[in-house]
């Protein structure tokens, strides 16, 4: 196959997972209404949650099924151990400053903050619903780091290896313009440079799926706490100094995290398989 096409079939796996989920969402509120004695506009947080995981499903499978992503234990027969476990270190050492981040963009027109707002609260009640956390904490960070690392990123790294950093980041670009939220795209275009550099480094979606995970459930037990969709980093520590202090505390997580990652992280090879 002509290596010129490999972008345009990265940004089709993009727009094929995204097709999915848009046909789950519409399935989803059709069946609802037809079942449904009260008119609704929109989905139920159960409906929500079942689309969710029927697309997320989907996905794996369609991903799987015409190999557009593949898998297998070579890695996991590393006994890749520390890697998985310095992954979900780096993940909680990321959460307060990617926040603190976050709050220093500038404000959005009202129209885009009204959408972001109706997200927060469609959030909230998902992650309050049953089922919330498997959904957002186990099916998506299996599914996401399958489609944009297993996927997107291994077919842009088979065009242009030699620019590994420019692929990375042209697949963390196409990781945060999928989430859809304005609010949210500092954060997972950052996650999505290091998840994309872990995949390079190991040829792997298992840390990432271990970094996605860690990041996931922090977000979980966080919304859980904090009902509020507005609250700020600031709030919940309760001045602007201690938020500083939080963020300077969990760097000094993150950047020893993310120094023994790159000390830990490894492909597996021949010599790995044999044992």
């Given amino acids: 196959m002509n290596k010129k096409l490999f972008p345009y079939i990265a ?5 094929m997972f995204l097709f999915i989920q848009v046909v789950c969402q519409y399935l989803a509120m059709g069946i609802e209404k037809l079942i449904s004695d009260e008119p609704t506009t929109g989905l139920s947080y159960m409906g929500v949650i079942i689309s969710l995981a029927v697309y997320t499903l989907v996905a794996i499978a369609v991903f799987l099924k015409w190999k557009w992503a593949e898998v297998s234990r070579n890695y996991i027969m590393t ?5 998985l476990a310095w992954s979900v270190v780096a993940a909680l050492g990321a959460v307060v400053p990617s926040a603190f981040l976050q ?11 009204k959408l ?3 997200n927060a609260q469609q959030l909230i009640g998902i992650m309050n619903t049953r089922g919330g956390y498997a959904v957002i904490c186990l099916l998506a960070p299996i599914a996401e780091e399958l489609v944009f690392r297993g996927a997107v990123l291994r077919k842009l790294l088979e065009w242009k290896p030699e620019h590994r950093w420019l692929m990375i980041i042209f697949s963390a670009v196409l990781f945060a313009v999928a989430h859809m939220n304005p609010a949210q795209m500092i954060h997972p275009l950052l ?9 390079e480094r190991t040829g792997s979606i298992l840390p990432g799926i271990a970094y996605h995970w860690a990041n996931n459930t922090v977000a979980y037990l966080m919304t ?16 602007e100094r201690q938020a500083l202090i939080s963020t300077g505390f969990s760097l000094l997580i993150l950047i020893p995290a993310i120094y ?16």
């Fill in 79 to 83: 006994r890749p151990w520390a890697t």
């Fill in 116 to 118: 972001i707002e109706q």
């Fill in 11 to 15: 940004i089709a796996y993009v727009l």
């Fill in 224 to 239: 859980r706490l904090y009902q509020d969709p507005d609250i700020t980093l600031t709030q919940i520590m309760g001045s």
């Fill in 260 to 275: 023994q990652l790159n000390l830990w992280m490894k492909k597996a090879d021949k010599s790995y398989l044999k044992r």
């Fill in 191 to 199: 996650i999505g440079i290091l998840l994309g550099w872990m995949y």
């Fill in 103 to 113: 709050e220093q963009m500038p404000e959005w027109p009202d129209a885009i903050q």
